[in-house]
């Protein structure tokens, strides 16, 4: 058998126990979602949105790229934030770094990856705001780790931003923001920033 073979069968003994457990569960999912929460999550492979939080098909709705980030220009993340706020009505956004991260790894080099860098520039810019706070930190391990962690910040600070969530604090009292920071090594999650709907923001960012 080779590996596709292998997913397509892994598949179908995956949906056989999920109907022999509950009969029901494909049929309920056919018609709709609704997932309480937007998981703004890294692409790396060792993250698996469901699986680290132990929840179902229906239960989370997502979006994955390199480093987890909320770039104010990502046509594609902005149009996932605005189904998931506007139209599923989630009640939490969670932006979730984890502890290794590549993509954060290589923006702290000078590394020239080609078309990558524009993406790497946008973490680069987090760590010139934080640098003296990383810099401080004795091993490359401990600064990378730090660097995740205020990547995350940073990220949920880049969605209140937004006007998506600004109109939803206004007029419904919600999404809560999120920034956790998943451990590869010992698969539990930290959460490490909040705000919740209707924090106050820096002036320059809010909107009328
Ligand atoms: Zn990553």
Wanted: with cysteine; charged share 20%.
């Amino acid at each position: 058998m080779n590996e596709l073979e292998t997913l397509l069968e892994s598949n179908k003994e995956w949906a056989a126990n999920k109907v022999q457990v509950d009969k029901d569960f494909f049929r309920r999912l056919q018609d709709q979602q609704s997932p309480k929460f937007l998981w703004i999550g890294c692409s790396d492979s060792r993250v698996p949105a469901n699986e680290i939080t132990n929840t179902d098909p229906g239960e989370i709705f997502v979006h994955r790229n390199v480093a987890n980030m909320v770039v104010h220009t990502d046509l594609n993340l902005l149009t996932v934030l605005a189904y998931a706020v506007s139209v599923l009505k989630v009640e939490h956004v969670l932006v979730v770094g984890h502890y290794g991260c590549g993509g954060v790894k290589a923006a702290m080099t000078n590394q020239n990856l080609g078309i990558i860098n524009p993406w790497l520039k946008h973490i680069k810019d987090v760590y010139r705001l934080h640098r003296d706070e990383i810099n401080s930190l004795e091993s490359e391990t401990e600064q990378a780790n730090r660097l995740v962690e205020l990547n995350v910040q940073e990220q949920v600070m880049n969605l209140s931003k937004t006007s998506i969530i600004q109109e939803a604090w206004q007029q419904e009292r919600r999404p809560h923001l999120h920034g956790w920071v998943y451990g590869i090594s010992n698969g539990i999650i930290n959460p490490i920033f909040n705000m919740p709907a209707g924090t106050h923001i820096d002036p320059i960012y809010e909107f009328e």
